[in-house]
Nanobody
Framework: QVQLVESGGGSVQAGGSLRLSCAAH????????MGWFRQVPGKEREGVAY????????HYADSVKGRFTISQDTAENTVYLQMNSLKPEDTAMYYC???????????????????WGQGTQVTVSS
């Protein structure tokens, strides 16, 4: 079992920045991929970025490329999402997930992520 705790959400104006953190506890050795996802009411959870725990291979949704950066501190079992140039359409509840699946790339859909944090709200005003 892995427990994930997110922090760092908040309210900012368009063009601003936020950094989200996700601390993993428990059987962290079993994690192969960490992903950030976001969800707005009435819509499905969508992938934002992922990073593999070995090799730090990253991938981003087209909508955030060049603005968001995912990184990790393996010694602290923490994953970060630096979000710059935020837009109102980035407003959502952000979740981090942990996956044990890895087939050369990390999954970019919610299903393979077995463990989730409680979520942190990001609100961007225009």
């Amino acid at each position: 079992q892995v427990q994930l705790v997110e922090s760092g959400g908040g309210s900012v104006q368009a063009g601003g920045s936020l950094r989200l953190s996700c601390a993993a506890h428990g059987y962290t050795y079993s994690i192969n991929c960490m992903g950030w996802f976001r969800q707005v009411p009435g819509k499905e959870r969508e992938g934002v970025a992922y990073i593999s725990t070995v090799g730090s291979v990253t991938h981003y949704a087209d909508s955030v490329k060049g603005r968001f950066t995912i990184s990790q501190d393996t010694a602290e079992n923490t994953v970060y999402l630096q979000m710059n140039s935020l837009k109102p359409e980035d407003t959502a509840m952000y979740y981090c997930g942990a996956s044990r699946q890895y087939g050369g790339t990390c999954p970019f859909r919610p299903g393979p992520y077995a463990d989730w944090g409680q979520g942190t709200q990001v609100t961007v005003s225009s």
